[in-house]
């Protein structure tokens, strides 16, 4: 994506439609290929590699009901995914298929306590909205949204590995320092990140 699109920051950033019609790797290729790396390139993605890996990771593939690429428990779809790029952090608007902004900032390396966090062009943060999950129990709330987590994550290995593309997930995250950087609320919890970039 480019600096100076990201640059505006305060404005909706518009994805190009995800290229769900081109990435054509078997699945059980893609299975054979995944796998975590921790050696990123500094490159940027392309807009559209990140259309498109946001698309897998928890996007809208059935907009009749609006449902999604992962499951969620109850279908309570909670969990939200934040986009930390070199030059802002974002909110992934799936209905939209958008990019919200957050903070006009570079909070890679916040989003980790791995050096390659900082330098690696994209980190992504699942943070559960508990908000969205009814009257479960505390206990119920961060089984599921760890759950719920996991599932977004292998979406985006699985991705990764199709497209060539290097990531690693994370639970080693300093939640205390980044909830308030990422502006969360207090019924807004951080469950894992996932480095994703061009393998160096
Ligand atoms: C819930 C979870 C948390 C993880 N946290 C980290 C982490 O903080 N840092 C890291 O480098 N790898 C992390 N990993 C990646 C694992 O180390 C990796 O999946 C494991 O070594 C197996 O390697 P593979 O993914 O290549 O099969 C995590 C994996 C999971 C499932």
């Not at 518009?14 to 790797?25: E, F, I, K, Y």
């Not at 428990?73 to 957050?102: C, K, M, S, T």
Request: aromatic share 8%; charged share 20%.
């Amino acid at each position: 994506m480019s600096r100076a699109a990201l640059a505006q920051g305060a404005t909706e950033i518009a994805l190009p439609s995800p290229q769900t019609a081109t990435t054509t790797v078997a699945l059980i290729d893609a299975l054979s290929r995944r796998r975590s790396t921790r050696d990123f390139s500094s490159r940027e993605l392309p807009r559209d590699v990140l259309s498109t890996l946001l698309w897998c990771a928890f996007g809208i593939n059935r907009p009749d009901s609006g449902g999604r690429t992962a499951p969620s428990a109850h279908n309570w779809q909670e969990i939200e995914v934040f986009v930390a790029l070199p030059d802002g952090a974002y909110r992934y608007d799936a209905r939209r298929h958008a990019l919200q902004p957050v903070v006009n900032a570079d909070l890679r390396a916040a989003t980790g306590m791995q050096e390659f966090v900082g330098t690696a062009p994209l980190n992504l943060v699942y943070v559960s909205d508990f908000g969205k999950m009814g009257d479960a129990s505390a206990e119920d709330r961060t089984f599921y949204a760890a759950a719920d987590a996991g599932f977004i994550a292998q979406n985006v290995y699985l991705y990764c590995a199709a497209a060539g593309l290097a990531c690693v997930v994370r639970g080693l995250v300093d939640r205390r320092k980044l909830a308030p950087a990422l502006r969360l609320r207090t019924d807004q919890r951080i469950v894992l990140a996932q480095t994703v970039g061009y393998p160096k």
